[in-house]
């Protein structure tokens, strides 16, 4: 794949990783991903950012289509996550560059990554400028979304915001623009690399878009670190409304059912507590957690809000897979939910009661009473099972009308 051109002189120099399965090792990216590098011809040559280590060769044979690599006068790593930094090292050696940029803690995370003796590091401040012939570049911290040395570059006569992890999906593809990609995949893309990803930072991310908005920054090109690059008016508006929309989590009429199941008594409590919820008109989603990762139930709770947990209990807890998911959840802080728990057991039957405290402890509105079968489950237990999903489905029902 040759260079990508952007605008005059800026190129997408970057890689794309068609076989890549599991981001981050927690969360699944079906699709694929890119590690998103680019170029501008200047009087400074300037280069934001790398790619993976894999596919630091791919990067030097694109920059070599433009130019000799040891032309690049600039390097400018506005993030020191592997995916984005992690070929660093050869870079510097091919390129030999006058400068490094990077934020305060970007200078710590890169001395702490890699060997950096004899580096020309330049720590920049939030606010920053740096002329580099016929453009200005502003470099812009974001702390926190979603490292602390993250920060975003802005190429002022161009209007092109470099954006890093911010506004990113796993996305692997030929194509380099939104306007290239089908919209419903681009929108499951974006969800998916949100919720498992920049939600915690959800807060973060509304006073940056209000920052930027206070400043009175134009953007024709948003181009993140990972995924398709947005250069359309329509493209650009989608793209900060959905942000706003996944930041700010209004309640959803949509459901998800997780469980973890020994023997099926849960799976079956699992499936009466969705034709509860049905009964009351809320749609739902059931999820196996030894069947899905548990990045797939972030994915649902992107247009759901409603989280209804279940396990067996195996040595006085839940099972691994449910525990797993619940860490996994709980770390991602979801909010503006409401839930409950239930479960099976066979001895002394801890789990369901477990999943009650764990939910009430990420912040999700508890309005019912867990519901516990002993083996079974019997008759009574999977009316109690549609019941419970009732007074979820209602409590929902109230939170979005509200």
């Keep these: ?14 890689a794309v990783d068609y076989n890549l399965r599991n981001f981050h090792r927690y969360s699944r990216s079906p699709m694929g991903s890119t590690y998103n590098a680019y170029l501008v011809k200047d009087e400074k040559n300037v280069l934001f950012d790398t790619v993976d280590e894999e596919y ?13 690599p040891s032309e690049i006068d600039y390097i400018v790593l506005n993030h020191m996550e592997k995916d984005h930094a992690g070929s660093i090292e050869h870079i510097v050696e091919v390129c030999k560059p006058e400068k490094i940029f990077c934020s305060v803690m970007g200078e710590k995370s890169l001395k702490s990554q890699f060997n950096t003796e004899g580096w020309p590091i330049h720590v920049v401040k939030d606010g920053e400028r740096l002329n580099i012939g016929k453009r200005n570049i502003t470099f812009l911290e974001t702390r926190m979304l979603h490292w602390p040395d993250s920060m975003v570059s802005y190429l002022e006569e161009d209007k092109i915001l470099i954006s890093n992890d911010a506004f990113g999906q796993n996305v692997a593809t030929s194509r380099r623009f939104a306007d290239e990609y089908e919209r419903p995949l681009l929108l499951q893309a974006m969800k998916d690399y949100y919720y498992n990803i920049i939600l915690p930072y959800s807060p973060l991310v509304l006073k940056t878009l209000e920052r930027v ?40 009429l949509n459901a998800v059912i997780a469980y973890e199941s020994l023997w099926g008594a849960s799976k079956k409590m ?3 507590i969705g034709d509860g919820l049905q009964s009351v008109g809320v749609p739902f ?19 759901a809000s409603a ?4 396990s067996s209990t195996r040595n006085n807890m839940p099972l691994v897979n449910m525990i797993g998911l619940m860490a996994h959840v709980k770390g991602l ?14 001895w002394s039957g801890e789990s369901p009661k477990a999943i009650n405290d764990e939910l009430v402890s990420m912040g999700v509105e508890v309005v019912a009473e867990p519901v516990r079968a002993y083996f079974g489950p019997s008759e009574a237990d999977l009316k109690a099972c549609f019941e419970l999903g009732q007074k979820v489905g209602n409590a929902l ?3 979005v009308n509200a």
Excluded at 58 to 65: D, H, P
Excluded at 219 to 239: C, N, Q, S, V
Excluded at 307 to 310: D, H, K, Q, T
Excluded at 333 to 346: E, T
Aim: net charge negative.
């Design 1 to 14: 794949m040759q260079p990508v051109l952007l605008k005059n002189d800026i190129y997408w120099v970057g």
């Design 270 to 272: 699992a499936y009466a």
């Design 397 to 399: 029902k109230e939170k």
């Design 333 to 346: 802080k979801p909010k503006n939910l409401v839930g409950a728990a239930f479960g099976s057991y066979g």
């Design 213 to 252: 908005k206070k400043l009175g920054i134009e953007i024709d090109i948003i181009a993140p670190d990972h995924g398709l690059i947005f250069r359309t008016k329509e493209d650009i508006e989608f793209l900060l409304n959905t942000y706003v929309e996944m930041a700010t989590q209004p309640y959803k």
């Design 56 to 68: 630091s060769d791919e990067l030097l044979k694109r920059i070599s289509e433009l130019m000799d």
């Design 307 to 310: 989280l209804i947990l279940g």
């Design 285 to 303: 989603t059931i999820i196996d957690a030894q069947e899905n990762h548990c990045s797939t139930v972030m994915n649902a709770l992107a247009d």
